[in-house]
């Protein structure tokens, strides 16, 4: 496509519920990058792959959160036992190399309520 | 660790007025800095970036300058139009291939 797809665009799950949330990068960008944005605050860090790799997955909050990208393209954002405390939006971005200057292009993003 | 700070929001303004949104940032090492925006209902876009000290970074009639010895990067407009209103974002990349953000500024241009 032409740009970072996000599916679903909005998602609502009980507390304790298991969600998987996709992220489709622009064809060709080999680093790709999830952040989490909270009412009001700035997005913040989660993970980044450089292929099929997770190259720093430092913003992982805790071990509920875990993230694939077995062929190098799509990526899964998988939480377990959601809390109320996740809700929030979940941005994708992917550039073409995980370097400094390299433009990194942001999908709409999936708004995760956990109820 | 690296940080960003931007001014709150709301901004309000007429259209045509002059734009400034404060941004300072605290980094280890030489960051490259960043506005990016998110129109209403899109994703994050980027507006400009400078990556070394003294540069300005431009678009769209924004500009921004990377001072370090005031550790800033503030984004002005001369003259803002009703299609700027949007969330605007500082950010900070310090060597690694992630960013950090600030909390975000809205503007809100009125005709």
Redesign the interface.
């Known amino acids: 496509g032409a ?2 797809s996000q599916t679903p665009s909005n998602k609502v799950t009980e507390k304790g519920k298991y969600v998987e949330l996709r992220c489709d990068p622009i064809s060709g960008h080999t ?1 790709l ?1 999830w ?1 989490r944005q909270s009412l ?6 989660l993970i ?1 792959f ?1 292929g099929t790799g997770a ?2 997955d430092s ?1 992982l909050p805790n071990d509920r959160f875990f993230a694939v990208r077995p062929e190098g393209s799509v990526s899964t954002l998988k939480i377990q036992r959601t809390e109320r405390g996740d809700s929030a939006v979940y ?1 994708c ?1 992917s550039s073409l190399e ?4 390299t ?7 999936t708004r995760l309520t956990v109820v | 660790g690296n940080s960003v700070t931007q001014m709150e929001g709301p901004v309000t303004l007429s259209e045509e007025a002059f734009l400034t949104i404060n941004c300072t940032y605290t980094a280890t090492g030489y960051p490259s800095l960043f506005w990016y925006v998110q129109y209403p209902g899109e994703g994050l876009q980027l507006l400009l970036k400078a990556t070394k000290a003294d540069d300005k970074g431009s678009n769209k009639g924004f500009e921004a300058t990377y001072r370090k010895e005031t550790t800033s990067f503030h984004l002005e407009k001369g003259s803002v139009q009703v299609s700027d209103s949007a969330v605007y974002f500082c950010a900070l990349n310090s060597g690694y291939s992630t960013l950090t953000f600030g909390k975000g500024t809205m503007l809100l241009v009125s005709p």
């Open positions: 740009g970072v680093a990058y952040y009001g605050q700035g997005p913040e860090f980044y450089q190259a720093d913003g941005l971005a995980g370097q400094l200057f433009e990194a292009f942001f999908g709409q993003g």
